[in-house]
Nanobody, 128 residues
Framework: QVQLVESGGGLVQAGDSLRLSCQAS????????TGWFRQAPGKEREFVAA????????YYANSVKGRFIISRDKSRNTLYLQMNKMKPEDTALYSC?????????????????????WGRGTQVTVSS
């Protein structure tokens, strides 16, 4: 079992920055995928960013590419999402997720169906 706890959400203004954290516990994982997803009210959950835990390969949604940076600290078992130049459309509940098996194809990073464990999320609100 893997437990995930997100933190760092809050209310910011357009153009501001925010850093989310996701603390993982319960199991040491290596070579697995970890990612951030978000869901706005009335909308479906969407992929934001992912990182291969061991090698550090990163993947981004087009809507956040160039503004958000995903990273991880292996020693702390912590995943991060640095969000810059934020926009009102970034407003959502942000959740981290872990896949506890190897990723075979890069396309698998982009779908929430390929992740096994989820945190409860942290709310991010961007005012205009």
């Amino acid at each position: 079992q893997v437990q995930l706890v997100e933190s760092g959400g809050g209310l910011v203004q357009a153009g501001d920055s925010l850093r989310l954290s996701c603390q993982a516990s319960g199991r040491t994982f290596n070579g697995y995928a970890t990612g951030w997803f978000r869901q706005a009210p009335g909308k479906e959950r969407e992929f934001v960013a992912a990182i291969r835990w061991s090698a550090g390969d990163t993947y981004y949604a087009n809507s956040v590419k160039g503004r958000f940076i995903i990273s991880r600290d292996k020693s702390r078992n912590t995943l991060y999402l640095q969000m810059n130049k934020m926009k009102p459309e970034d407003t959502a509940l942000y959740s981290c997720a872990v896949r506890n098996d190897q990723i075979r194809y890069s396309s698998q990073y982009y779908s929430g169906a390929n992740y096994d464990y989820w945190g409860r999320g942290t709310q991010v609100t961007v005012s205009s």
